[in-house]
């Protein structure tokens, strides 16, 4: 079946410009995590969706940070007024019911020039 | 609190030779714990899962990871390594089914294998 897709799959904007990332996961799954991965930084969590909630957004790094899921499926992060240190792979991952595995989309990679 | 130590950023072997992939971790609570593989331009593939069942897991692609509680420890080996193995691996620990879901990764090792 479908894994988990990712949109755009490259993302360049300005510094200052707002960006919206979209993760279409696995269907049925009803939790979603987004990462980040960077050279600098390494792989680290941002946000957990279980459906449309997120009980945890403790890695988010900061206000300018966002995102929602909406029908407990498509999810989107917003970042606004980017930053450069903003430039990274962004992962999204989708499990089951059974929360021990996530399953990982192909990343959007975003630079801010 | 959750974090992971992966000895050695880069690992070479030869092929056909054993590979040996060290990661420990720290961890309040009874761990789960995964090990991930990344090929070059795409996402993380799961290599398999320590979820407080068996303690010798059996992933994809021939590899298994040994769980050793007295040791902190979940390394990850391969009997016989091919060119298609190269590739970085993360390991990585979650709270189990009623703690933290989010991911904490090590840092990653390269493997690389030589002809």
């Known amino acids: 079946g479908a894994g988990v897709s990712q949109s755009p799959s490259n993302k360049v904007t300005e510094k200052g410009k707002d960006v919206e990332l979209r993760c279409d996961p696995i269907?049925?799954?009803?939790?979603l995590y987004w990462y980040r991965q960077s050279l600098g930084q390494g792989l680290e969590f941002l946000i957990y969706?279980?459906?449309?909630?997120?009980?945890?957004k403790s890695g988010l790094p900061s206000d300018r940070f966002s995102a929602e899921r909406t029908g407990g499926s498509v999810s989107t992060l917003t970042i606004q007024r980017t930053q450069q240190e903003d430039s990274a792979v962004y992962l999204c991952?989708?499990?089951?019911?059974?929360?021990?595995?996530?399953?990982f989309g192909p990343g959007t990679r975003l630079t801010v020039t | 609190a959750q974090s992971v130590t992966q000895l050695g950023s880069h690992v070479s072997v030869s092929e056909g030779a054993l590979v040996l992939l060290r990661c420990n971790y720290s961890?309040?609570?009874?761990?789960?714990l995964f090990w991930y593989v990344q090929y070059p331009n795409q996402g993380l593939q799961l290599l398999l899962k320590?979820?407080?069942?068996?303690?010798l897991v059996k992933g994809i692609n021939g590899f298994e990871a040994e769980f050793k509680k007295s040791e902190t420890s979940f390394h990850l080996t391969k009997p016989s390594a091919h060119m298609s193995d190269a590739a970085e691996y993360f390991c990585?620990?979650?709270?189990?089914?009623?703690?933290?879901?989010?991911?904490?990764f090590g840092s990653g090792t390269r493997l690389q294998v030589q002809p």
């Open positions: 991952a989708s499990s089951p019911t059974n929360p021990y595995e996530q399953y």
């Open positions: 269907s049925g799954h009803t939790a």
């Open positions: 969706f279980q459906g449309n909630s997120a009980p945890d």
């Open positions: 961890s309040s609570v009874p761990p789960y």
């Open positions: 320590y979820t407080s069942a068996a303690t």
């Open positions: 990585a620990v979650t709270e189990g089914d009623t703690g933290r879901r989010a991911l904490t």
